[in-house]
Nanobody
């Protein structure tokens, strides 16, 4: 089982990035795919998730309206489009997969699978 993130980098405030999470080795359709982020010295935060089965999504209030999660079923890949980035969005972003359904505001502490993460740095 693998979740491989890509697309991170350095961007100026107000800019955009698109993160990708490519999944393999499990039945993708049965899982919720979530994006988490963690900045140094801070707790890990769930920011967005999508249910592959019904396409349901949920977003943290801190990113609502600026980040969009989507899924390309044919490629087994989930994307996180990040617009209007702010310095406080700087963090390492991880994708994760867990069995279940999208519940607004809920992000499990122990998903079934984790990726290795990709760094996003937003300069002011």
């Amino acid at each position: 089982v693998q979740l491989v993130e890509s697309g991170g980098g350095l961007v100026q405030a107000g800019g955009s990035l698109r993160l990708s999470c490519a999944a393999s080795g499990f039945t993708f359709d049965e899982y919720v795919i979530a994006w988490f982020r963690q900045a140094p010295g801070q707790e890990r935060e769930g920011v967005a998730c999508i249910a592959r089965g019904d396409g349901g999504t949920s977003y943290a209030n801190t990113v609502k309206g600026r980040l969009t999660i989507s899924s390309d079923n044919a490629k087994n890949t989930v994307y996180l489009q990040m617009n209007s980035l702010k310095p406080e969005d700087t963090a390492r972003y991880y994708c994760a997969a867990y069995l279940g359904r999208v519940v607004a505001g809920f992000y499990p502490t122990d998903p079934d699978y984790w990726g290795q993460g990709t760094q996003v740095t937003v300069s002011s």
